[in-house]
């Protein structure tokens, strides 16, 4: 079989063999990597989402908020700022596109907080301004979740409106320093009232779902022998026909009768 396989052109498949092998595994390492990703999001997901939220303060100051903390639960207390809140374009909600509201929170230290106070739909077209809830007058306590800034889509909108939720471009628009993260609202109480103040729409909870990668991984993994096993089948089958076109004509089976003509039993 070393034989047929050291010719050209079985050298060439098993060459071919070898780099799909190679391919395979790197392909398989791509995809455990965007699994792990997955998992560690879910993870700090899970265990940040439903926990008992803690004091804004000592969470997160102007520079950019460590992944770590991405998705921590907090509660603070402030005022809405009278500006016109910013207008997040192109974000979905079950299916629907629409807008994202993004309103500067001044907290009660004098720093603002932006908040994602939630998703409205879209105008009948696109030079109308959707309908925005008012944000609530007086000293507010909001809890919610903190988020790391978006990065940058380069796009450039008309004022008042963003591409994404990056906090330094909003920053710009809102004329104010601001922290290093924004807030997903939960809820918003307005002291002194016990009534729940309009919002808009509340955003989804996030997707924890890990995705097909782990398992593409392990085909990918389980195929590097593929090619390897082909070029086997294939070297000896032409091996075995080799063997056989050395031996002459193939002479009959052992095993099988000879069958008997009635004349000849009759010759006999």
């Keep these: 079989m070393l034989r047929v396989l050291a010719t050209p052109r079985w050298l060439g498949a098993l060459a071919l063999a070898a780099v799909f092998a190679v391919a395979a595994y790197f392909l398989g390492?791509?995809?455990?990597?965007?699994?792990?990703?997955k998992k560690v999001r879910a993870d700090r997901i899970n265990a940040h989402y439903d926990a008992r939220p803690v004091p804004l303060a000592g969470q997160v100051g102007s520079s950019p908020m460590p992944v770590r903390?991405?998705?921590?639960?907090?509660?603070?207390?402030?005022?809405y700022a009278a500006s016109e809140p910013l207008l997040v374009r192109n974000r979905?909600?079950?299916?629907?596109?629409g807008y994202e509201v993004l309103s500067p929170f001044t907290l009660?230290?004098?720093?603002?907080?932006?908040?994602?106070?939630?998703?409205?739909?879209n105008a009948e077209n696109a030079e109308t301004l959707p309908n925005i809830p008012p944000t609530p007058t007086g000293t507010v306590t909001?809890?919610?979740?903190?988020?790391?800034?978006?990065?940058?889509?380069?796009r450039n909108l008309p004022a008042g409106q963003l591409a994404s939720i990056n906090v330094p471009q909003a920053q710009k628009q809102v004329g104010t320093d601001v922290l290093g993260a924004y807030l997903v609202l939960d809820r918003e109480q307005v002291a002194g009232s016990s009534a729940t103040p309009p919002r808009p729409y509340r955003l989804e909870r996030p997707d924890t779902g890990l995705g097909p990668h782990q398992?593409?991984?392990?085909?990918?993994?389980?195929?590097m022998a593929v090619g390897f096993v082909l070029v086997f089948f294939g070297v000896r089958r032409e091996y075995r026909e080799g063997l056989e076109g050395e031996g002459g004509t193939e002479?009959?089976?052992a095993g099988k009768p000879r069958k008997v003509r009635v004349w000849d039993e009759e010759d006999a």
Excluded at 215 to 223: D, E, N, T
């Design 29 to 37: 390492q791509w995809q455990w990597h965007r699994y792990e990703g």
């Design 69 to 79: 903390l991405d998705w921590t639960r907090v509660t603070a207390q402030g005022r």
């Design 92 to 97: 979905p909600l079950e299916g629907t596109y």
């Design 108 to 121: 009660a230290d004098g720093r603002t907080l932006l908040i994602d106070r939630g998703w409205v739909p």
């Design 142 to 154: 909001v809890t919610g979740w903190l988020r790391q800034s978006e990065r940058s889509l380069g």
């Design 215 to 223: 398992a593409y991984a392990f085909q990918w993994w389980g195929s």
């Design 251 to 253: 002479r009959p089976s």
